[in-house]
């Protein structure tokens, strides 16, 4: 018996403590937040003739998990090429680039973007899984966009919370 003991506790040593730690509704709520603010970011640093190639890249590498593993990324405005399987296509989808039918998402630009406080978030140890609306402020308009997303969050090695699935769509219209 205490040979299964110590079999245990020696294999449990080898677990990062990030990738043990239960993720918590308030991580996830500030993740969202951080999703926000960086598509905030990138289309301030359109805005301002900066790099927003890079503050598009430091969004994807902050929070998405494309160098920990796949990543299920479903953006809002893709139709012929709808998913997004690696770094490069995730960065076409939000400055324009690589796919044809991307014309840059996060530099439309966006003044705003919030997450709706009716949010669902569902915690399960080591994953959560949130699922709400969130809204698009344009430059010079006050009318947002209403879209539907889900996203996945899993732990990196330091604890922070990354993206590995991200769908999001704009509302359904029924035909009248």
Same mark, same amino acid.
């Given at each position: 018996?205490?040979?299964?003991?110590?079999?245990?506790?020696? $294999?449990?040593?080898?677990?990062?403590?990030?990738?043990?730690?239960?993720?918590?509704?308030?991580?996830?709520?500030?993740?969202?937040?951080?999703?926000?603010?960086?598509?905030?970011?990138?289309?301030?640093? /359109?805005? %301002? %003739?900066?790099? /927003?190639?890079?503050?598009? !890249?430091?969004?994807?590498?902050?929070?998405?998990? &494309?160098?920990?593993?796949?990543?299920?990324?479903?953006?809002?405005?893709?139709?012929?090429?709808?998913?997004?399987?690696? $770094?490069? @296509?995730?960065?076409? &989808?939000?400055?324009?680039?690589?796919?044809?039918?991307?014309?840059?998402?996060?530099?439309?630009?966006?003044?705003?973007? !919030?997450?709706?406080? =009716?949010?669902?978030?569902?915690? &399960?140890? =080591?994953?959560?899984?949130?699922?709400?609306? &969130? /809204? $698009?402020?344009?430059?010079?308009?006050?009318? @947002?966009?209403?879209? %539907? /997303?889900?996203?996945?969050?899993?732990?990196?090695?330091?604890?922070?919370?990354?993206?590995?699935?991200?769908?999001?769509?704009?509302? $359904?219209?029924?035909? @009248?």
């Amino acid at each position: 018996m205490k040979k299964t003991i110590l079999s245990l506790l020696s $294999f449990m040593t080898f677990i990062p403590a990030a990738y043990a730690a239960d993720i918590t509704k308030q991580e996830v709520m500030d993740a969202q937040m951080e999703w926000a603010k960086g598509i905030e970011n990138i289309s301030k640093v /359109f805005i %301002e %003739e900066g790099d /927003f190639e890079q503050a598009a !890249r430091d969004h994807i590498n902050t929070l998405y998990a &494309y160098d920990l593993g796949e990543v299920l990324f479903k953006p809002t405005l893709a139709s012929s090429d709808q998913f997004r399987e690696n $770094f490069d @296509e995730a960065l076409s &989808y939000f400055v324009g680039g690589a796919i044809a039918e991307d014309k840059g998402f996060a530099i439309k630009p966006w003044t705003k973007v !919030r997450f709706d406080d =009716d949010v669902h978030i569902v915690t &399960y140890n =080591d994953y959560a899984v949130s699922m709400g609306n &969130y /809204f $698009f402020t344009p430059q010079g308009s006050d009318v @947002e966009t209403k879209v %539907e /997303f889900t996203f996945g969050y899993i732990k990196d090695a330091e604890g922070n919370l990354r993206i590995n699935v991200h769908h999001s769509s704009l509302p $359904f219209t029924p035909a @009248e």
